[in-house]
């Protein structure tokens, strides 16, 4: 095994209470062994994600999803670093001084029936999840397998590689997968939040006509540096559906639901044109919220409704590659690791702009 200098423990935000009043605390633990196929990141930033929030928080618990006893109460699955151990089997890929991330899929079986058709590993039936299933990235060091963790290109910081691993690749993902063409119109729900200014910079890249949707000056203003061709404020709208017939003609070719919330998911399919798709990737933790139209609307208007999650192995190549050649920049709200409570509450109250990333070694 190859190394550097590791101390035997190292600074963690380790969930001390579930439920809607989790809190973390930083404390001390004892460092990994690293095993064969594993590396060993030091963790330089780590992003925010609303799914860390939900997670801490116990939000999906309706549906029989929380943070499993292996995570050892560490959230977080955003994370960018430097290689500091490489365990036996792993020196083909890696070597210490290479600069790593971490991703929500923190490794794949290679076996099942999804990991073997080349295209769909997302699907693995016996994944680790950070901050799921194994431990996260909010601590100094984290440990993850080498086959699946991502080499981080030159002309991308850490700060920036971080939150790609997940919100980047992850608007991305959706982009494509809501079959939207250059010049037509893909409308953004959610457009100046943490994935949603992602969607907007990725589908400008693609050529893509952009109607961003959002509540307030701030986001508005983002929206519009971004690359967004329209802008509705959905708090001071009357009637949204008619302003994006307006702009659009006939309706738009797409939309994105970045925003978990009802009214998100009730009306985004009264966006589209007839064989329109609806992407849905923001997570509600109200059970009774659905995604979809009345049968009769998706039937006439031969409407498609797609879910998507993160992206592959390749895909985060992808996302990473549109940074390095500077045609997407995350926008950052920065913290330090002692802040994640901080964070979380900020984004339970929607009052991050970009996305979130902490400090959590330098």
Partial sequence: MASTDVPSTYRAAVRQSGGPTATTSVVN??????????????????????????LLRDE???????????????????????VVAVGENAGGRWSVGDRAGIKWIASVCGECEFCLNGVDEVHCIKQLNSGFSSPGTFQEYCLTDARYASKLPDGVLDEEAGPIMCGGVTAYGACKRSDVKAGQWLVILGAGGGIGHFAIQYAKAMGIRVIAVDGGDDKRDLCFKLGAEKFIDFKTSSNVSAEIASITQYGAHGVIVCAATKAAYETAPTY????????????????????????????????????SVVGSLKEVEEALDFTARGLVKPILSKGKLEDVDEWIAKLDTGDVVGRAVLQVST
């Fill in 29 to 54: 633990i004892d460092s990994p062994k690293v095993g064969p196929g594993q590396i060993l990141v030091k963790i330089t930033w780590t992003g925010v994600c609303g799914s860390d929030k939900s």
């Fill in 60 to 82: 999906w618990s309706v549906f029989g999803v929380g943070m499993k006893p292996e995570t050892h109460g560490i959230a977080g699955h955003e994370g960018a670093g430097v």
């Fill in 272 to 307: 589209l044109r007839p064989a329109g798709t609806l992407v849905t990737i923001g997570l509600p933790k109200d059970a009774s919220i659905l995604a979809g139209a009345p049968p009769i609307m998706v039937a006439l208007k031969r409407l498609k409704i797609v879910g």
